[in-house]
């Protein structure tokens, strides 16, 4: 019986356990739901609480550490003669694991019997072969030894997924059984079954945050390493990113970091009074039907993936600057270049810009407005008087949330901007971010624990920080803002 | 152009300052103000009172064209200030509602500093040559809102930090720097509490030396107080429009004085 079967089996318990639960306190009740402390269904709840929860928390347990039980059983068939030069005891114990899935599938395809398997110590040639036809490949010829422990691997994976299926299945009904008896109509069912509900909102919301401490904490981890490979001092004010395979590479940050500051700023530069503007003519000024077709159609904009965004940099935009203006102001005569990165991830970002601002705007008063023109200003002067100034914090927000979008950017600047890492102001030269060495750091053939990959780790890391704090700034504007009106 | 000319002794015989004829105002298909006529003196209180809906607010909203910020929103007929048609083509109702101020139910000040919220009308009409000048307008308007004490220092913190009742005497004092003819005032009191709104009641009744002052309110006493004039709005329509004491004492239409003694609204 597999897991899936189990827990299935283990959730329509449950659900029985529900209904009948529900009906049982019913009866005992009378039939006059008014007697009881909760409302049946918390009864019910209850009833499936018991017979779900302890079986489901033994069923992970279970899966977690049987592997770990049957790797120490068989790895003590394996003898020392068995681990081919060169190779370790976790090399065969893969092969042993792929013979037994091998195994299991040949049976399940109907290439072989279990009859046939059990009768197969003594050819083991063939063996090889017939694994093939089913898809499993295996290195090398198959041991005896190596064969016998894969044996011993089915025997013990089948009789532990048995002993599992049937214990968690009696848990199960051990535990619907038990709530069971125990509810009675002043039993506190809805302070059981709405304890047992928080336990699961807390669960689902600590997920989230775990995640981004496990995601710090490897980050964390993997650039403590590279520091102890690499001067830090080197990494961060080195003038020079110049990775070698052979070692003895230059990492420092300082021309990536000048890279993803300039191509994020140019992008700011172009999206910001576009989206800007947008927003006050969506909010101020656009009628009704206008504004209707005119906001989700700037918000598709952010639809669009920024791959294509790349391919619209790298196919467009890119070769007009370059023929238009880099080649004819003598700037440069390449077709990646800050200016082509930027300015397509600004298009990228001027949905971000209008939407948010034009939300910010929105909630700005009615009154505000009706005071403003109560006095005689015009529309033009509410705007940039009134209005503006109060949206100021959101849209500043808005600015920055669009900034650390910016930064944290990787497609389109891998397309657009180029991979030079250099320390330059002429926009039509061709630059390169943080993001884009991540990448070609990791995605290379170097060994993984030379400084040269695990810089990209330490570079993510400063991104992070950077962009953090980024966000972090916008939170407490926009919150701020907030508590003006409320 | 005009003439604005007001004799300064006309106490028994005053100006008519807003002349309205006829007025219907549609919301869509919802008929709000069925042909109202009425005429507002100058240097006079008029009250508009009457049960919620009764359209009191909407008409007042038309007396400085507040109402053409709501797209739905119709006027027809006449109303004439000093004689001059406000709804004419030729008429730009920016440079209307510089003269026919507006005080609203809600304080609304904006988010700048007092100073810069009374500055703000002044400025955008030019009422100030220089410096000093905006500081006096600054200083008279506040004086005139009875709040001068209160805010003299800390003219450069904002005036969203006030009281409600600082608030909406500021949003006054706001409303009076930009040297309107007539003041509107839709419930200035309702968020106010009885301290405050005696304080502006008092403000209402110094106001009306210089202005003509219209105020809706909800609260039959208020309007007992401070107003010469009442008219009583009901469903709409105009039911009544004369002396306040007579409209207290002695109403002519039954509607009214049901209204006054609590038996409808």
């Known amino acids: 019986m597999s897991a899936g079967l189990v827990i299935l089996v283990v959730f329509l318990i449950a659900s029985a356990g529900f209904y009948l639960g529900r009906s049982r306190i019913i009866r005992a009740a009378g039939g006059d739901i008014r007697k009881l402390h909760s409302r049946p269904n918390y009864y019910g709840l209850t009833v499936a609480l018991f017979g779900a929860v302890p079986a489901l928390l033994l069923t992970i347990f279970w899966l977690i550490l049987q592997p770990?039980?049957?790797?120490?059983?068989?790895?003590?068939?394996?003898?020392?003669?068995?681990?081919?030069?060169?190779?370790?005891?976790?090399?065969?114990?893969?092969?042993?694991?792929?013979?037994?899935?091998?195994?299991?599938?040949?049976?399940?395809?109907?290439?072989?019997?279990?009859?046939?398997?059990?009768?197969?110590?003594?050819?083991?040639?063939?063996?090889?072969?017939?694994?093939?036809?089913?898809?499993?490949?295996?290195?090398?010829?198959?041991?005896?030894?190596?064969?016998?422990?894969?044996?011993?691997?089915?025997?013990?994976?089948?009789?532990?997924?048995?002993?599992?299926?049937?214990?968690?299945?009696?848990?199960?009904?051990?535990?619907?059984?038990?709530?069971?008896?125990?509810?009675?109509?002043?039993?506190?069912?809805?302070?059981?079954?709405?304890?047992?509900?928080?336990?699961?909102?807390?669960?689902?919301?600590?997920?989230?945050?775990?995640?981004?401490?496990?995601?710090?904490?490897?980050?964390?981890?993997?650039?403590?390493?590279?520091?102890?490979?690499?001067?830090?001092?080197?990494?961060?004010?080195?003038?020079?990113?110049?990775?070698?395979?052979?070692?003895?590479?230059?990492?420092?940050?300082?021309?990536?970091?000048?890279?993803?500051?300039?191509?994020?700023?140019?992008?700011?530069?172009?999206?910001?009074?576009?989206?800007?503007?947008?927003?006050?003519?969506?909010?101020?000024?656009?009628?009704?039907?206008?504004?209707?077709?005119?906001?989700?159609?700037?918000?598709?904009?952010?639809?669009?993936?920024?791959?294509?965004?790349?391919?619209?940099?790298?196919?467009?935009?890119?070769?007009?600057?370059?023929?238009?203006?880099?080649?004819?102001?003598?700037?440069?005569?390449?077709?990646?270049?800050?200016?082509?990165?930027?300015?397509?991830?600004?298009?990228?970002?001027?949905?971000?810009?209008?939407?948010?601002?034009?939300?910010?705007?929105?909630?700005?008063?009615?009154?505000?407005r009706d005071g403003s023109y109560g006095l005689g200003a015009t529309k033009s002067e509410t705007i940039k008087q009134v209005i503006l100034p109060a949206a100021l914090p959101g849209i500043v927000g808005a600015v920055l949330l669009a900034a650390s979008r910016a930064i944290g950017e990787t497609m389109i600047v891998v397309m657009g901007a180029g991979a030079a890492a250099k320390l330059s102001l002429n926009p039509f030269e061709a630059m390169t971010t943080i993001t884009v060495k991540i990448v070609s750091q990791l995605t290379g053939d170097t060994e993984f624990a030379s400084p040269e990959t695990l810089v990209a780790f330490a570079l993510g890391l400063s991104l992070f920080v950077v962009t953090l704090g980024l966000n972090v700034l916008a939170l407490y504007i926009v919150r701020k803002y907030r508590e003006q009106y409320e | 152009m005009y003439d604005t000319l007001t004799p300064e002794n006309a106490v028994e015989q005053k100006e008519i300052k807003i002349d309205a004829e006829n007025v219907q105002v549609f919301y869509g298909d919802t008929h709000a103000i069925k042909d109202v006529s009425v005429k507002i003196e100058d240097k006079t209180v008029t009250a508009f009172i009457g049960p919620s809906g009764c359209g009191k607010s909407t008409f007042l909203r038309c007396l400085n064209r507040m109402n053409d910020t709501i797209d739905i929103c119709r006027v027809e007929g006449k109303i004439l200030l000093d004689g001059e048609d406000i709804y004419d083509k030729q008429v730009d109702p920016v440079q209307l509602r510089a003269k026919v101020g507006m005080v609203f139910q809600k304080p609304n000040p904006f988010p700048k500093s007092i100073y810069d919220n009374i500055a703000y009308g002044p400025r955008i009409h030019g009422l100030a040559r220089n410096k000093a000048d905006l500081d006096e307008i600054v200083e008279k308007s506040l004086r005139r809102g009875a709040i001068w004490d209160e805010v003299k220092d800390r003219l450069d913190q904002p005036g969203t930090g006030l009281s409600g009742g600082q608030q909406q005497r500021l949003c006054i004092a706001r409303a009076v720097a930009t040297e309107p003819e007539v003041l509107l005032m839709d419930e200035p009191c309702s968020a106010l509490d009885p301290i405050a709104t005696a304080q502006v009641e008092e403000l209402i009744d110094e106001l009306r030396q210089d202005y003509s002052v219209v105020i809706v309110t909800h609260s039959m006493q208020q309007a007992a107080r401070v107003s010469q004039k009442t008219a009583f709005f009901h469903l709409g329509n105009l039911v009544e429009f004369g002396e306040t004491s007579q409209i207290f004492t002695n109403p002519v239409d039954p509607r009214t004085e049901s209204y006054i003694t609590g038996r409808i609204g």
Request: overall charge negative.
């Open chain 1, 68 to 368: 770990v039980y049957i790797e120490n059983q068989v790895s003590k068939q394996i003898e020392p003669g068995d681990i081919p030069e060169g190779g370790s005891l976790s090399l065969v114990m893969s092969d042993v694991r792929r013979i037994a899935d091998g195994l299991d599938v040949a049976v399940a395809d109907g290439v072989m019997t279990e009859d046939k398997i059990a009768t197969l110590d003594t050819d083991l040639t063939d063996l090889r072969a017939r694994l093939g036809e089913v898809g499993v490949a295996v290195a090398s010829d198959i041991k005896p030894n190596v064969f016998g422990a894969a044996t011993v691997y089915r025997e013990l994976a089948s009789g532990l997924r048995m002993a599992m299926a049937v214990v968690v299945i009696g848990v199960s009904l051990a535990g619907a059984a038990f709530a069971m008896l125990r509810i009675h109509p002043g039993y506190r069912a809805r302070n059981v079954s709405e304890r047992a509900i928080k336990a699961l909102l807390i669960l689902s919301s600590s997920v989230a945050i775990l995640t981004t401490i496990g995601i710090i904490s490897s980050l964390l981890f993997e650039t403590l390493h590279f520091f102890k490979l690499y001067q830090a001092r080197d990494f961060f004010f080195s003038m020079t990113w110049n990775p070698q395979f052979r070692g003895g590479s230059d990492l420092g940050i300082l021309p990536l970091l000048w890279g993803t500051l300039y191509v994020s700023f140019v992008a700011l530069v172009f999206a910001v009074p576009i989206g800007l503007l947008a927003a006050v003519y969506l909010s101020e000024y656009a009628s009704k039907p206008v504004r209707a077709f005119a906001k989700p159609a700037i918000e598709i904009l952010a639809g669009i993936p920024t791959i294509v965004y790349g391919l619209f940099a790298l196919i467009t935009v890119g070769p007009l600057l370059r023929d238009y203006f880099a080649q004819p102001l003598g700037l440069g005569n390449s077709s990646s270049s800050v200016l082509t990165a930027g300015v397509v991830m600004g298009i990228m970002l001027i949905p971000f810009v209008s939407s948010l601002s034009d939300d910010v705007i929105n909630a700005v008063p009615q009154t505000m």
